[in-house]
């Protein structure tokens, strides 16, 4: 259907999402908007980076912080790469492979925060990872597998401002009240921008997807639970601070 027009819209949860008359990559453009006003609808503050900025996270706790980003990162390039694999034309395939690319590079930032922490990669590998924190990279991994290449897409297109502004937070914060070097907090101002042409990458993405004929409303759905099971994982490393 691409630079074609769509067909009635559809209704998902008593909201139509597509509109009729609509080309795939303006009704992805629609789907993206609205997922990001859900998003944004659905944000809590987060009570993690809230007491980062305060400086009233233990130096103990961020170590919870790199140990469960060592697993999450682990986990996400894995599930990347298994998207390439799976949607190797592009633009989804190429989209896919630069971030398992940009995953691999980020593990290795992560290893200056731990050194920063007093942790080596053993101890990262030691770890014992907290159940909820690792939602997240659970639930991404089984959309690798079973998931569709417009709703991964999606999810990371509409989470990404978020992320990217909690990350530029926490370095921020580790910079100002934790002494932490530059080169300790690359990995989060790794995170804080986003690559270079992902929203066109993503957005053409999401577009061939639906062109495919894959669910517009389930893709929704995927970004609105990623979108929780980050606030899970934040959520997680204030667990018992009071």
Not at 77 to 98: K, N, T, V, W
Not at 135 to 143: E, F, I, R, T, V
């Amino acid at each position: 259907m691409t630079a074609q027009t769509c067909p009635a819209p559809l209704d998902g949860g008593g909201a139509a999402v597509w509109r009729g008359g609509m080309t795939t990559v303006q009704l992805a453009g629609s789907l993206i908007e609205r997922t990001r006003t859900e998003i944004s609808a659905r944000t809590t503050p987060n009570r993690f980076l809230d007491l980062l900025e305060a400086g009233e996270i233990p130096r103990a706790r961020l170590g919870w912080l790199a140990g469960e980003e060592y697993r999450v990162v682990g986990s996400d390039r894995r599930s990347f790469a298994l998207l390439a694999s799976r949607f190797p034309q592009a633009p989804a395939g190429d989209m896919f492979l630069r971030l398992s690319v940009g995953e691999g590079r980020a593990l290795r930032l992560l290893l200056d925060f731990a050194s920063a922490l007093g942790w080596s990669e053993k101890d990262l590998k030691a770890y014992d990872p907290k159940p909820w924190a690792q939602a997240y990279p659970s639930y991404l991994a089984w959309n690798a597998v079973y998931g569709t290449s417009s709703a991964v897409a999606l999810a990371m297109l509409a989470n990404l401002d978020e992320w990217g502004a909690y990350c530029r937070r926490a370095a921020d914060a580790l910079r100002g009240r934790y002494d932490l070097t530059e080169e300790a907090v690359g990995f989060f101002r790794y995170f804080a921008q986003p690559p270079p042409d992902f929203e066109d990458e993503a957005t053409a993405a999401i577009a061939v997807g639906l062109d495919d004929g894959q669910d517009a409303v389930a893709a929704i759905r995927t970004a609105l639970t990623l979108h929780a099971y980050e606030a899970g994982f934040w959520a997680t490393l204030v667990e018992g601070l009071g």
